[in-house]
Each structure stands twice: as C-alpha cells, then as structure tokens.
C-alpha cells in the first residue's frame, strides 16, 4: 500500500514537471525557426500541430531526466520536511525500504529515456527536420511575398557548394569571405523570376556585392536541399573589399546576358541524415563499419552520450535520496535548488569532460563521467 503510494505522488510530480520542461523545449526548439518556419506554416495549422508531435519525443529525451530529477528532490525532500520518514521508521519500516519502489520507478524512466534519446527522439527529430523542409520549398513563394526578401546563411567550406557557385563572383581561390546573402524577388511563378536582387555579405555583414538578374529560371531540388537560379540579364556591382556599399562602392559596373554557370543555394538539407538524426541501428551500422575515422569516433560519441543520458534517471536517483531525505525541515524551494543544481552538473561534467578529452579516442567515457560520480557520492552519503 506504501509502495503504491510512492508510486503515485512521485508519477503525478514527475508528470506535471515533464510536461512542463517539454513545452518549454518546444517553444525554444520551435522558435528558432520562426523567421521563417511559423510563416510557412500559417496557411495550414495541422501541419504545425504534427511538427510539434515530432519534436515531443527529442524534447522528451532531455526533459525526462531533468523532469524526475526536480519531482523527485520535491517529493522526497516534502515527505524529509514532514517528518513522513521519521513517522515510518518510528512503525518499524526501514526507511530503505521505501526507497525501493523509487528506484523501480527510476528504472522505468531510464529505460524510457534510453529509447527517447537512441531510437525515438532522433528518427522523429529527422522527419521533423523533412516536414519542414518540405513546408520551406512548398511555401517559399510565400515567404518572398510576405518578407520581401529572404536571408541565407553560407557555409564558407570549400566543400559547399553554394560558396563553390559564388567563388566566381567573388574571385576564385582569393575571394572574399561571404558569410550570408539576401535574396528578393519582385515577380515570379514557380519557374521564372523576374527582377531578383542578390545581395553578399561578408563576415562583418557589409554588403560585398550586388548582382541583378532580369529573369531567372529556377530549378528545385528538394532531394539535395538545392534551389539552382539560372540568371540572365546580369547587372552586377561589386563593393572594393573592406569598404561600404552605402558610402560608395566600386566604379566596376558589369551587364552580362546570361551568367555562365548556374548559382546553387543550399537551402536544406535534402536526404542527407546528419549523425545525430540517425536511429540507434543506423548509428551502430556507422560506428562499426564506417572507414572515416572521424565520422566512425563521432557516431561512437554520440552513441555512449544518449545512453548515458538516458541512464541518468537511475543514477540521479541514487544520489537525490540519500541527499533529500536527510534535509530536515527545509522549504521547498531549497528541494528544488538541490533538484537543478543536480540536472546542471550533469550537464556541465558531461560538456566539460567531453572537451578536455575530446581529442583522445576514448572521448566517449566523458559523458558517463557525470552518472560514475554520482554513483560513487551516493555510496558515501549512504555509509
């Protein structure tokens, strides 16, 4: 009868605090996209809704071992305040063995965790990933219409292609670093633009050049994440490097009918799945039979950091008990304190080892330092 008691007041606290922490990751998650994300989707609300189901189980990955660990300095540290403890001891019940059914309970959301964070949190955050990309090419019309331009970043990499299509621009092996550029269309269907203006940036976000283009015809390539513009009717102004293009750029002034090779934009990802995208199995296939060392020892990381994360709970629990059923009477808030300062030094033990050791093979072992240490505190507290 206890032990169901137990259950129930740690699975009502632990729900509240979950859902909780999971709207918020949501927000935060959604709102990084809203520049162009909420925008696309306003003309259909349903598939706003399943974006968000998507991202429910990434967020659940991180909220519940955040979620449990402040329900469970709550609750325990409430029944040390009142004296709950003291009250069971004082009729003969070993005040470990209440601890019990908390750790069944701790085991239940680890193994639940552990699912969240290998298989069902990364295969949803890729559909989600998909979804939106999907709604970007969809509506990009629409964002060009209700923002009157559109702003992209650049990979400065050389295996990008999008900055490989605009090296020409900016003077092959020596040009200038583009960091972003701004796209905007005055007139278009789906496979002409008319009068679209291309601005570049550098890494200061000064405009490095201009370039006009009559008509463009426009080429998508959702599978590759690609939006390809075949220009014609070039006027192209370019900016003397270092200077600014509003106190007087270059007299360089260039009309060309029709520019040579094509300018690729990599607006998505397109079926590339990025490791972290990448279910348990996939992983597993890449950290065992990938030939890039680099990519095989990322896969292997990231595989010991979502099992390590997802062990926390059982772990978390280890140390929060002895720790909050000894408090006293101590307000509720000093349980919560102790609840986030936990969740945060996992987090800062598990970043930090992974930065100091990041160049060694064994890097991987750096995110089960934070579940080790709490392991071996609790076997203090304990003795």
Known sequence: MISRHIIIELLKATFISVSAITLLLLYGNLSRYKEVLIKAIEQNYSEFLKLCALLVPYAFSMAIPFGFTVALALVVGNWASNREITALSSLGIAPKSLFWPVCLFSVLLSSLTIFSTLQWGPDNRDKFDKLREKIIWDNLSFLLVEDGEISLNIDSSKESKTSQSFAALSGGEDRMLIS????????????????????????????????????????????????????????????????????????????????????????????????????????????????DEFEKGKAISILHKNAALGFSPFFVCLLLLPITSKSGRREAIYNLFIGILICVSFYMIGTIGSNIFEKYSWNYIAWWLPNIIFLISSLFLIS
Request: glycine share 8%.
């Open 180 to 291: 972003k550029i701004t796209l905007s269309v005055k007139e278009f269907t789906d496979e002409t633009w008319k009068n679209v203006r291309i601005a570049l940036f550098d890494e200061k976000n000064r405009i490095q050049m201009v370039l006009n283009s009559g008509k463009t015809m426009v080429t998508k390539s959702l599978e590759k994440g690609f939006l390809i513009l075949d220009l014609y009717d070039v006027d192209l102004e370019p900016v003397d490097h270092g200077s600014n293009f509003f106190k007087g750029g270059s007299d360089l002034f260039l009309n060309i009918a029709h520019w040579r090779e094509p300018l690729i934009l990599e607006i998505g990802d397109g079926e590339k799945k990025g490791l972290n995208r990448m279910s348990f199995t996939e992983l597993f296939q890449v950290a065992r039979k990938s030939e």
